[in-house]
C-alpha cells in the first residue's frame, strides 16, 4: 500500500487536456510522482556496469594513468551528477555495493 494521497488533476493548456504521468525525465534526472528516485538509481546503476566492463576490460590494455582518466570521465561523472537530490535514497545501497 503506498503511503501518499493521489490527487486526481485535470489540466488544460489552449483547450487541449494534459495527461498525467507516474515518470519524467528532466535535465538527465527521472523524476517520479513519490519521489523515491528508484528509476534513476536503476538508470545510474546499468551505466556503472557498462563502464566497469570497460574499466575491467582496459585495465590490461592502457597505462594506469588513462584508466584513471576514463574513471573520472564515465563513473566519477555518472555518479556526482546531480547526487544532492537523490543521494539520500533508501534505493542507493544498490549503487554502493556497484
Not at 77 to 83: A, D, F, K, N
Not at 86 to 91: A, E, L
Amino acid at each position: 500500500m503506498k503511503n501518499y494521497y493521489q490527487v486526481k488533476t485535470k489540466l488544460k493548456y489552449e483547450h487541449k487536456n494534459i495527461s498525467n504521468c507516474s515518470e519524467t525525465k528532466f535535465l538527465g534526472l527521472i523524476i517520479d510522482e513519490t519521489l523515491s528516485w528508484n528509476q534513476h538509481i536503476d538508470q545510474i546503476a546499468t551505466k556503472l556496469c557498462s563502464a566497469h566492463y570497460a574499466l575491467r576490460n582496459l585495465k590490461h590494455i592502457v597505462p594506469q594513468p588513462t584508466i584513471r582518466t576514463i574513471y573520472y570521465a564515465s563513473v566519477h561523472s555518472i555518479l556526482s551528477y546531480s547526487i544532492i537530490f537523490w543521494g539520500r535514497s533508501s534505493n542507493v545501497k544498490k549503487l554502493n555495493i556497484l
